[in-house]
């Protein structure tokens, strides 16, 4: 199975600032067809989850431009440029090039 | 505009079979680019992928190596749903339950509501 590791697993940001989450996978995303499957979810209190990102850097319709996503092989990247009080919630992300698995996700709170 | 709707008991025996049902509206089951997944969450396990169905000129599933010996996932193209049975359970398996759609490329784009469902005598 592939694991995938978040860190950190809790990020205090102030509003206005940056904020960056880490994504690791035990063995490289990259699929036979060429794509790479790694995506970024965002799950507010009470919500199911919502995609953000897919393919690595695509911003899936109506998700806000202060998000972006960067990385290739086992390495992965969630960007937030400014952090907006909206953006409170848990962040994961999720591999689907063997079977599908998510990571243990990200906790982003305002300080 | 796709929504997922999901109906089914929120309490199971152990040892028992905990089936839910997802009904799809804005798409169809039976489309040959979608796919019909099964997630879960739970506070030790986190989210879990369960298993799926899809349509590509033949009905297919794949369900995570460590449910597939006790889960089903099947369409119903009558009424365009489809559902999810898992069998033997045990109070391990007390999770939210979520259905969600998959679009080529982009995985889980809609989700249903969540079913909570636990496992208790």
């Known amino acids: 199975d592939i694991v995938m590791t978040q860190t950190p697993l809790s990020l205090p940001v102030t509003l206005g600032q940056p904020a960056s989450i880490s994504c690791r996978s035990s063995?490289?995303?990259?699929?036979?067809?060429?794509?790479?499957?790694l995506s970024w979810f965002q799950q507010r209190p009470g919500q199911p989850p919502r995609v953000l990102i897919y393919k690595i850097s695509n911003r899936f319709p109506g998700v806000p431009d202060r998000f972006s996503g960067s990385g290739a092989g086992t390495d992965f990247t969630l960007r937030i440029s400014r952090v907006e009080a909206e953006d409170v919630g848990v962040y994961y992300c999720?591999?689907?090039?063997?079977?599908?698995?998510f990571g243990q996700g990200t906790r982003v709170e305002i300080k | 505009q796709v929504e997922l709707q999901q109906s089914g008991p929120g309490l199971v025996k152990p040892s028992q079979t905990l089936s839910l049902t997802c009904t799809i509206s804005?798409?169809?089951?039976?489309?040959?680019?979608?796919?019909w997944n099964w997630i879960r969450q739970s506070p030790s396990r986190g989210l879990e992928w369960l298993g799926r169905?899809?349509?590509?000129?033949?009905?297919?599933?794949e369900y995570a190596p460590s449910m597939e010996s006790r889960i089903t996932v099947n369409p119903d193209t009558s009424k365009n749903q489809f559902s999810l049975q898992l069998n033997s359970v045990t109070p391990e398996d007390t999770a939210v339950y979520y259905c969600a759609r998959e679009s080529p490329g982009i995985h889980f784009d809609y989700w249903g509501q969540g079913t909570l469902v636990t496992v208790s005598s």
């Open positions: 999720i591999q689907a090039t063997q079977f599908r698995t």
């Open positions: 063995q490289s995303l990259v699929h036979s067809d060429g794509n790479t499957y």
């Open positions: 804005g798409d169809s089951v039976s489309s040959n680019s979608a796919a």
């Open positions: 169905t899809y349509y590509r000129s033949k009905w297919d599933n």
